[in-house]
């Protein structure tokens, strides 16, 4: 049989007594962590290609460094096994300065380096916020809260889109860009800090022995991993793809914080509305849309094909990533350490593997971003059949362990 994780309940006094309060300090290191960590490449490359400092290709090496240390960071979480709020504060340092360091410096090679540095951090505060904020949710019985949390991640985006937008109509450039994000993301740290000074709740400490991954696990990762291909075209790239359209950054500029805002809105509605669902099927219903936002834009040339695929890819890539950990609780129940853990590996991979496609074939091709746009809409539709049809034919009460 296989062996389950012993959970050990170990009490601390926590510094945070409402979920109001939870709430508010997990959104904002999700805005710095993750929405100034991973995301803030994304609106203020095309300011960085206009003046000549990087291309399309050297661009895509910077988005691939930042992921490479996404996953590096998750994979040294797992072996290490920090105490999350201590990883939170760390990781939220790194990212503010790291960030601040993109200003002060020039060159393909310490921008490399920079960019890897706060992906590792990035996925501190994201593994971090979610075993400290989240839990702390669930046992003053406000689960379903943790929609308002994962909406910082939106929410940082909006902020990382708007200072971009201001930086290309203000005549700004991008140093400027680097330097109010890495500042901004310093303050809002110095700001909760007192408040992430002990775990808001009982944490759970998981021993080594995890339950075997099966069949239904081994589907659900690979759906995760086309989940990381499909988004991370336009998550990277939006910018970029709409710059070619049209030059005016008012224009193009607008197209990350309206992906931003819907990111940050889709969490709260997926979790008020889709609570129904199976997450299974949220996910299938997820990619679906996903995939139909990343085709239009190949099927229909101008700003609005472009604006369509901001609203729905960044309407559901954050409520994938929620409906996948769900899912993964669902078919391990106590066991599911190592299928999240499995997920979120995965995830990383189809994430390094659009930016390399694309610095691999940047200035081979007319069209750069055609081919793996048409690729990650096909695959999205595949997972999606496939997870639908799994659904419809599984048979109830054996479906999902645990339940």
Not at 338 to 356: D, M, N, R, Y
Request: glycine residues 12%; proline residues 5%.
């Amino acid at each position: 049989m296989a062996s389950h994780p012993r959970i050990v309940l170990m009490k601390t006094q926590p510094p945070l007594q409402t979920a109001l309060s939870i709430v508010i300090v997990g959104l904002a290191a999700l805005m710095c962590g993750i929405g100034v960590g991973r995301f803030a490449l994304t609106p203020l490359l095309p300011l960085m290609q206009l003046v000549g400092v990087v291309n399309l290709h050297q661009g895509a090496w910077l988005a691939l460094a930042n992921y490479i240390g996404y996953l590096v960071g998750a994979l040294v979480w797992s072996v290490t096994l920090p105490v999350p709020w201590k990883a939170v504060r760390a990781g939220l340092v790194a990212v503010s300065l790291l960030t601040l360091a993109m200003a002060a410096t020039a060159g393909l090679p310490i921008w490399l380096a920079l960019r890897f540095g706060a992906g590792v951090a990035s996925a501190y505060v994201l593994i971090g916020v979610s075993a400290w904020a989240v839990s702390g949710l669930a046992r003053l019985a406000r689960a379903a809260w943790s929609g308002w949390v994962y909406a910082g991640v939106g929410a940082g985006m909006l902020l990382a889109g708007i200072v971009g937008l201001a930086a290309g109509v203000g005549g700004h450039g991008y140093q400027w860009g680097w330097l109010v994000l890495g500042a901004t993301s310093l303050a809002m740290t110095a700001c909760i800090w007192p408040f992430i000074g002990g775990d808001p709740a009982i944490r759970p400490v998981v021993s080594k022995a995890t339950a075997a991954i099966d069949g239904r696990g081994a589907h659900l990762i690979v759906s995760y991993a086309i989940c990381g291909f499909g988004y991370i075209i336009p998550a990277t790239f939006l910018p970029t793809i709409a710059h070619e359209v049209i030059a005016n950054p008012a224009v193009f500029g607008c197209l990350w914080p309206a992906f931003g805002v819907t990111a940050a809105a889709s969490t709260i509605f997926a979790s008020r509305y889709f609570a129904h669902l199976s997450p299974r099927m949220v996910l299938a219903g997820g990619q679906v849309v996903m995939a139909l936002g990343v085709l239009t834009p190949v099927a229909f040339r101008g700003v609005g094909p472009l604006l369509f695929e901001a609203l729905c890819v960044g309407g559901s890539f954050m409520v994938v990533t929620m409906a996948g950990i769900q899912e993964a609780q669902r078919l391990a129940g106590s066991g599911a350490s190592k299928l999240i853990g499995a997920l979120s590996a995965a995830f990383a991979v189809g994430q390094l593997a659009g930016p390399l496609v694309i610095a691999l074939i940047a200035g081979h091709f007319a069209h750069t971003f055609l081919l793996p746009s048409v690729l990650g809409a096909g695959l999205l539709c595949a997972s999606a059949l496939s997870l639908y049809r799994a659904e419809i034919v599984a048979v109830p009460g054996q479906t999902y362990a645990g339940n």
